[in-house]
């Protein structure tokens, strides 16, 4: 037991100083003066110099044997606790702090040049960047897989979404990509035999849309004594359980992006304010990954908001925020909206149906490059095949074809498939609370959130990292992951 | 060099997590959540933590041998900042940790109930915290004295005002004691003769209250690129050099007191924003103690703002931030209206002229309480005879007398006399500055504060801690601190 206290303590310190950084990344974003920058990258570099030591001091490795040894006499939450622990000290110690050290550069470096090249459309330029990053990820991402005995693909995918592996995705990704290319062009053939949506004109002033985004996020649960709204030129959810900090900017002629940008960010809010209260600062009080904290961002988004139901509560709001009426602002109109399907070239614009097109294909390119079957200057010909195969478009440059995403340049390798896993997630969850909750769309009509907002807590918010990230959908919804049930989800909406 | 550069690191390091939870703190007090403070009260205790180990590891007593030894190998700004390193661990090492947690422990407490007990005004249920917080830090003091060859109340003084000494205090404390009685009573009979000046009434709404502010504030030299303005219950100049934070409240009712407090912030703000960027995040690099940070401030406030010809350039302003006039608006009325004299019983209400008294009366008191010559029990009659024999009163209560402040409570020995040095070196600055710039009366009347800012940059900002407290002071005005300066000020304000 005491091995097991003593790291507590030391994970209760890490992750203190790991929430001192994220308010002053908070701070970045929405506060900081335009010339303060330097004095801040001083602060969060020593902040991460120091929690990084922490974790990677030589005596931990003496109490996870001993704690491990005595792992009986720990509680079921104890002892998740201790793999949680565990976990995110094979992902501080696995690499070689050298190792770490070159990433960082290499990360850093390749980043700052990407935003050069990408406007000027030079991928040749950017090769040699993009190259040294990948060489330096395969080398982190094989001492991670050799530490955690993992492939060194699901070593890197470990690190946002725990306890999902290439295996699990390929078959679920496969199904979709075998689904998607059809069900788009059937799509696109019935949205082109229906009247347009009517256009929304604005301009819609920040204060009545601020107004009503908060009364939106008071409304689902979000508890303005733990939290604050403010405007950041990208919006984000920040902070930490006990302060949460979300962001959203105010578009004086797109009122519906920023609407809908506030009901998904509340849905992250909403999971880190329903984390476990007994277990802030300890690794099994986090949220469980980023495909978790996808799911509860696009359940609040894409399956609560983009509703009949949700909008025939909330257009009444919408034109008395802005004093305003007209057929446009009808709740089937304003649905319709924000459904239309159009395959694009760049993912963040995509829409829901043809985003995972996006998120298959690069999950699939990056897989091969870590796997050493794609190198980087083969990677512009492969983008383009895989477009023109799941999307039936063809970029007409790198900068809108496999330059587009910060993620690579970055070194972020295994995050892309949690947008969709997310989103999948999303679907298996609404489908059984639909079923826990029989009238829940006559609840959503009247803006009653409370039954959902209570299963979400129960299921989800309050389960932390108890389990790995499969477990906890098979616990919550009684079944594995299941793209039927994300398929059905796009069939009713689209093709119904 | 070597055991010098490795110090040097460490106080890198060292002082951005200082500045980390210095712009938390700056949150705390004006953007956070009102319940989120048991989230950041973890965040600021492991960063004080980590400071403070960071600080106390062993291996610096040896870096400290061996740099001091080489010492000859330094410049003189490098020799400087390894003896103010030395005197940071000096404060951080003297003193056992478990007293140093004993002392934290108490003064928590003793706070706590003195916010009861003041109310109630009940010093004998306070009495034993206070006596338990008294008995500490005598032993910190004296931990502190023996490993710093100081008195134990220097020791406590070097916290605040580095290099002076009670010794130093006591004959300029005697002096302005023996004159401020005679000359309060005079200042008091000239102002009974004078008509009242009338009065500013409101309400004054804060949009043009903050807009003023800010004109003032950047008019002065502040750069709002690397700081900002924003409102908090208490007001203070907080976060680090490259980012100062300070902040306001409006009181609709009450401008003056608003539009002086911004110009006493600005004055601490710019002497952040001038410390040498070249030593930035090295002890040499802070600000000289207390005493200096305050002169700066006073300087700005009560040197510069509160003159006819200061006066003579913002009135105009004020009339135009709120649209009024009258004879009240003069420069004349807006002067006598913030220089009226009258003893009162609370500190922080007192003007100018009696402002000293308090402070002398507390430091005598302090001084005594640490040498063990006064015990908390015969604190409230030694604080009434010294109040008569000030200020020519007797406070009704003790809530309005020896209660009155949070300083002892919370354990802050050796703080107070740094109110009126720093007043006094405020004096004694301007006096130079006058000599330096012969026409600044003319330059200020039209709002050109550069060659002031100039003299304040060259020989108190960019000097950092350079020196000790004394020395700074004869090096920008070729003597030491003088009261006859202060007197002579005083005396041309109040009876001339």
């Not at 470096?109 to 330096?136: I, T």
């Not at 007209?326 to 109109?333: H, K, L, M, R, Y």
Request: glycine share 6%; net charge negative.
């Amino acid at each position: 037991m005491q091995a097991y206290r003593e790291l507590e303590t030391v994970f209760r310190r890490h992750s203190a100083l790991r929430a001192s950084a994220s308010m002053l990344q908070w701070d970045n974003s929405t506060m900081m003066p335009e010339n303060s920058g330097d004095a801040r990258g001083e602060q969060l570099a020593a902040l991460s110099e120091v929690s990084h030591e922490m974790i990677t001091q030589p005596r931990l490795a003496d109490l996870f044997a001993k704690a491990e040894a005595s792992s009986n006499e720990l509680d079921e939450w104890q002892r998740a606790n201790l793999r949680e622990m565990k976990r995110a000290w094979h992902h501080e110690t696995a690499v070689p702090a050298e190792l770490v050290s070159a990433l960082t550069k290499a990360c850093h470096e390749s980043e700052l040049f990407w935003r050069k090249a990408r406007k000027e459309n030079n991928f040749k330029a950017f090769l040699p960047y993009q190259e040294k990053v990948l060489s330096l990820v395969r080398e982190s991402a094989q001492a991670k897989a050799l530490a955690m005995n993992l492939t060194p693909y699901d070593a890197l995918l470990d690190q946002y979404d725990p306890g999902t592996t290439s295996a699990m995705i390929d078959g679920i990704f496969d199904d979709l990509a075998a689904f998607l290319p059809d069900f788009i062009a059937k799509v696109i053939d019935k949205q082109s035999k229906e009247p347009a949506p009517l256009e929304l004109r604005g301009p819609f002033p920040a204060p009545p849309q601020k107004a009503l985004g908060k009364t939106m996020m008071q409304k689902l649960g979000f508890d303005f004594t733990r939290g604050r709204l403010d405007e950041s030129a990208h919006p984000f959810c920040g902070g930490v359980p006990g302060d949460v900090r979300l962001t959203t900017r105010y578009n004086e002629d797109d009122f519906l992006s920023g609407f809908f940008g506030v009901m998904h960010e509340t849905g992250h809010a909403l999971y880190e304010m329903g984390l476990p209260a007994k277990w802030r600062n300890q690794p099994v009080g986090d949220a469980r990954g980023m495909a978790f904290h996808e799911s509860q961002s696009l359940l609040s988004e894409m399956q609560l908001s983009i509703s009949l139901d949700f909008l025939a509560y909330a257009t009444p709001l919408m034109r008395n925020a802005f004093n305003v009426s007209g057929p446009e602002w009808s709740p089937e109109n304003i649905y319709a909206s924000v459904t239309r399907v159009k395959p694009s070239l760049i993912r963040v614009d995509a829409d829901e149906a043809t985003y995972p097109a996006h998120v298959i294909l690069r999950y699939r390119l990056e897989k091969q490059m870590i796997a050493g079957k794609l190198e980087i200057k083969d990677l512009p010909d492969a983008w383009r095949s895989g477009m023109q195969q799941l999307l039936g478009i063809t970029p007409d440059s790198d900068a809108n074809g496999c330059m587009q995403d910060v993620h690579w340049p970055d070194g972020a390798f295994g995050y892309f498939p949690t947008y969709t896993l997310g989103a999948m997630i999303a679907a298996q969850l609404m489908d059984s609370i639909k079923k826990a909750v029989p009238n829940l769309g006559s609840q959503i009509c009247k803006g009653d959130f409370s039954q959902l907002s209570e299963w979400l807590g129960k299921n989800i918010h309050s389960q932390g990292s108890r389990f790995s990230s499969p477990d906890l959908l098979k616990h919550a919804t009684g079944k594995n992951l299941d793209s039927a049930l994300y398929k059905k989800h796009l069939q009713n909406r689209y093709l119904a």
